[in-house]
């Protein structure tokens, strides 16, 4: 062969293997080191001309899927629906898609208007019985101590997202004046179950199981489970999975405030009696912890939920990019579940947060694609700077892809440029940021402060009124300036999701 064809060949090939190996590798969720290093500084410097992944994004997915803590999720009629912890409501995000979540608008399912009862509503899961939901939730009246349990009924059948009036207040007749939160509800041998975290034996927040007569009476005293957690303090969140003729208790321990915030799991026979507390055994150490090299800290208070087509297990949970204690940025974040060769389920490790997943089997896909600080995407994206903005790879696991772009210049300009209805930004918040001015289409700016502390990674940001399908701008403005508890003015450009439902 000519030696120039061979050159010309190794030419067109190169750049199409490169793409694949980015592809494959943004696939499993590993980032790539150093990307975008010493890219994009200086002014009018424009990336991602054509730059794209050989894979299409239609059947992946990237958390988050919301912005708050204590997540669940059920897939029912056809549509995904989450709740997660609001405080003053309960809110309900539905989409046909796992990844659209985020980029669903919420429905308030319940707003409740007696004093005792209409604060700190956290924790809210839903279950199907007969031919009506039932919503479990705890709140209290501004004291946390007096957070109670309580369960709303659905006025229609089918609807997951209500309508709801208030049913009931469970109360356990020997605790009826004690803590309680977190509250979950499973069948084993054809009776029903109530479960929660509070005041027992062994703890404040420990774990306790109480018999029901129906979803929404409760019909006996609450039995302490003593349960291990690698900590004193806190035994919560109990969810539950039925197999392999077990029944799998798995419960979050340790604050949920620290990176250490993880779950354990007790399990209990079929023919066995929940209500004998020497019934479940417990399963040594953590089953679902932190993983500081992949930037995931506090995973914990989840659920399970099935895939559309039924034939996969899967996890939601919250975590946090940052090994500080906080109790806030606890996004909501999915992944597929696997079961051991003893029968017992294998949680695996948790994801680092922008990583690329398949979505569910049976999932319908969607559209999604992302747009990377230094201009790669993997749809039809691009990204151009103007100005001084610096770029490197400091921000390791809190970044997409490991880099991101920043700059405190007052004026400097960075354009994304999607195929879409919807844009969310997601970068660094941090003790150093300051205030951005964000546009579409050259429509009016809107002031988003970037502060945050302690600094956290691939934080929702901003996200965009939906738009009609088409071609986009969105343009972020460095305005130079910053709230008071900043330090400086610093903006963070990392990851944009581009939605095109």
Known sequence: ????????????????????????????GNPRPGAGAGAGAGAGVRAGQGQTSAVKAAGTFRNPLNTGPDPFV??????????????????????????????????????????????HIWAAEFHRFGDRWYMYYTADDGVDDHHRLYVLESDAAGDPAGPYHFKAKLTP????????????????????????????PYQ??????????????????????????????????PEFLHRNGRT???????????????????????????????????????VFGRDDAKGVYGPGHHAFFRSPDGTQDWIVYHAKTTEGHTYSNRTTRAQRIGWHTDGSP?????????????LPAGDPGNGNYWINDNGRSSGAGQLSYQGAWKSGTGCATQCFWSDDHWSDRAGDTAAFTFTGTRIALLSVQDTGNGIAAISVDGGPEQRVDFYGSPRTGETLQYLSPRMPSGRHTLRVRVTGKHSAPSTASFVSVDRAEVYTD
């Open 173 to 200: 007749p020997h605790h009826a004046n004690d803590f309680a939160i977190d509250p979950s509800v499973f069948q084993h041998n054809g009776k029903l179950y109530l479960a929660y975290s509070g005041l027992n």
């Open 346 to 358: 294998d949680l695996g490790r948790p994801v680092a947060l922008g990583a690329t997943q398949d």
């Open 1 to 28: 062969m000519p030696r120039q064809l061979k050159i010309a060949l190794l030419a067109a090939i190169l750049p199409l293997l490169l793409g694949l190996a980015w592809a494959v590798q943004d696939q499993a």
């Open 248 to 286: 799998w208790l798995t419960y979050s321990t340790c604050d949920t405030g620290t990176p250490d915030y993880q779950l354990r799991m007790l399990s209990l026979p079929d023919n066995a009696d929940p209500l004998t507390p020497g019934n479940w055994q417990q399963h040594p150490g953590p």
């Open 204 to 237: 404040h927040n420990g774990l306790n199981i109480v018999p029901m007569a129906n979803p929404y009476t409760v019909s006996g005293d609450a039995v302490a489970l003593k349960a291990d957690g690698g900590c004193p303090e806190v035994r919560e969140a």
């Open 74 to 119: 059920t897939y029912a009629k056809g549509t995904y629906h989450l709740t997660t912890t609001q405080g003053d409501s309960i809110k309900m995000w539905s989409s046909p898609s796992l990844g659209t979540l985020l980029d669903a608008d919420p429905v308030t399912v319940w707003r409740d208007t007696d004093p005792a009862r209409n604060q």
